[in-house]
C-alpha cells in the first residue's frame, strides 16, 4: 500500500513545528521533573506517532541520539540534529542550526505572568 505522500508531508512538517517550538520555549535551566517529563514525551511521541515507517525510524534514531534535555539550547540542538538526519535520509538538504532561534516562536510571552492583552 503507498499511502498517502501528501497527509504524511503535513503530518511531518505539523509534528516539527511542535517539537522545535516546544524545544524554544523549554526551560534554560530544565528541573529534574521538566527533563523526565519532555523525555518521556519525545519517548511516548516516538511510539504513538501515526506513521509506522516514521515512527520505527524515529524509536531506532532515539537508541543512537537519545533526548539531550539539560537545558534550552542542548533540546534545540539535539531536535535540529535529529531532524537533519531525517532530512539526509529523504534527500532534503541539511538545516542550520545556529539559525533555530529566530525561526520557533511560539507567540507567547517569556514568562507566564507576562500577559499579552
Ligand atoms: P520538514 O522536514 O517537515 O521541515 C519543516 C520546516 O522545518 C522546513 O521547511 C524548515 O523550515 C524547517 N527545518 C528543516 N530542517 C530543520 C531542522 N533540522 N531543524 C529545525 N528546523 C528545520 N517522512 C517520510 O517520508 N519518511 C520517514 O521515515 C519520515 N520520518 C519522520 C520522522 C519524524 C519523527 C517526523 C516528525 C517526520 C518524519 N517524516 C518522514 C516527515 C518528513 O520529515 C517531513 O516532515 C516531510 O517530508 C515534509 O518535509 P518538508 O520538506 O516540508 O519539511
Given at each position: 500500500k503507498l499511502g498517502n505522500a501528501t497527509a504524511k508531508a503535513e503530518l511531518g512538517r505539523a509534528t516539527w513545528k511542535l517539537l522545535h517550538t516546544m524545544a524554544s520555549r523549554y526551560?534554560?535551566?530544565?528541573?529534574a521533573d521538566e527533563r523526565a517529563a519532555v523525555k518521556q514525551w519525545i519517548f511516548l511521541l516516538s511510539r504513538l506517532y501515526p506513521c509506522g515507517e516514521c515512527a520505527n525510524h524515529f524509536q531506532r534514531m532515539l537508541k543512537d541520539h537519545p533526548p539531550q534535555t539539560s537545558s534550552r539550547a542542548a533540546l534545540s540542538n539535539w531536535a535540529c540534529s535529529i531532524h537533519n538526519i531525517v532530512n539526509i535520509r529523504l534527500g532534503k538538504a541539511e538545516f542550520d542550526?545556529?539559525?533555530?532561534e529566530n525561526v520557533y516562536q511560539c507567540g507567547c510571552a517569556e514568562d507566564p505572568s507576562e500577559v499579552e492583552g
Amino acid at each position: 500500500k503507498l499511502g498517502n505522500a501528501t497527509a504524511k508531508a503535513e503530518l511531518g512538517r505539523a509534528t516539527w513545528k511542535l517539537l522545535h517550538t516546544m524545544a524554544s520555549r523549554y526551560p534554560e535551566k530544565p528541573k529534574a521533573d521538566e527533563r523526565a517529563a519532555v523525555k518521556q514525551w519525545i519517548f511516548l511521541l516516538s511510539r504513538l506517532y501515526p506513521c509506522g515507517e516514521c515512527a520505527n525510524h524515529f524509536q531506532r534514531m532515539l537508541k543512537d541520539h537519545p533526548p539531550q534535555t539539560s537545558s534550552r539550547a542542548a533540546l534545540s540542538n539535539w531536535a535540529c540534529s535529529i531532524h537533519n538526519i531525517v532530512n539526509i535520509r529523504l534527500g532534503k538538504a541539511e538545516f542550520d542550526c545556529s539559525t533555530l532561534e529566530n525561526v520557533y516562536q511560539c507567540g507567547c510571552a517569556e514568562d507566564p505572568s507576562e500577559v499579552e492583552g
